[in-house]
């Protein structure tokens, strides 16, 4: 299986804040990388697609990057109702899998 | 739009079998994969299988001795089964759909969820 980690596993910044998280592939994915964000009590909801395609409706402060095995996942101008645990997907081999989560709080 | 409901027992007894059945409205299941995933305070996020509208499975390596899955297109549902559970399996268990597109493939809509507990 690919192993997928994340870093920081929680993070807390200020309202207006860039927030930057990274997903790690434990090996070449190619750009086989989603990024999506849950809220308390709700499931995942897809933000960013092929590490860097933003899903229709979703606000242009979010944005991914990378290729490979090294991914980044932006918030500019981070807003309360960011607040949530984001987790990178792998879709490149089955299993698909996950990152363990990032979970963004407001300072 | 899609919309994704799981239904089924909350609670589960060790050894036995788990049953969930995911129900789609508001659009078609054919020409679709359709996942099972779960999530546990231990293990975060796990993608259990998907099935196909045409009735093809696959199945995550370290659950397939215990998984069928199963797909009813008249009704517009697809179910799974984990048999011989365990503790380790209670967790919010969810049903999405596999988007794929020239652009890539991911799970959107999710349904809401529904906690399967294993306990005696």
């Known amino acids: 299986d690919i192993q997928m980690t994340q870093s920081p596993s929680s993070l807390s910044a200020s309202v207006g804040d860039t927030v930057t998280i990274t997903c790690q592939a434990s090996?070449?994915?190619?750009?086989?990388l989603n990024w999506y964000q849950q809220k308390p009590g709700k499931a995942p909801k897809l933000l960013i697609y092929?590490?860097?395609n933003l899903e229709t409706g979703v606000p242009s402060r979010f944005s991914g990057s990378g290729s490979g095995t090294d991914f980044t996942f932006t918030i500019s101008n981070l807003q309360p109702e960011d607040i949530a645990t984001y987790y990178c997907?792998?879709?490149?081999?089955?299993?698909?899998?996950f990152g363990p989560g990032t979970k963004v709080d407001i300072k | 739009q899609v919309q994704l409901q799981e239904s089924g027992p909350g609670l589960a007894k060790p050894s036995e079998t788990l049953s969930l059945t995911c129900t789609v409205s508001g659009g078609s299941i054919s020409s679709y994969y359709w996942s099972w995933i779960r999530q546990s305070a231990g293990k975060g996020l796990e993608w259990i299988g998907r099935?196909?509208?045409?009735?093809?499975?696959n199945y995550n390596p370290s659950l397939e001795s215990r998984l069928t899955m199963s797909i009813d297109t008249s009704k517009k549902q697809f179910s799974l089964n984990l048999s011989s559970v365990t503790a380790a399996d209670t967790a919010v268990y969810y049903c999405?759909?596999?988007?794929?597109?020239?652009?890539?493939?991911?799970?959107?809509?999710w349904g809401q969820g529904t906690l399967v507990t294993v306990s005696s």
């Open positions: 999405a759909r596999e988007k794929m597109t020239n652009l890539g493939r991911w799970f959107a809509p």
């Open positions: 090996q070449d994915i190619s750009n086989y």
């Open positions: 099935i196909h509208s045409s009735g093809t499975t």
């Open positions: 997907q792998q879709y490149y081999i089955l299993p698909f899998t």
């Open positions: 092929d590490a860097s």
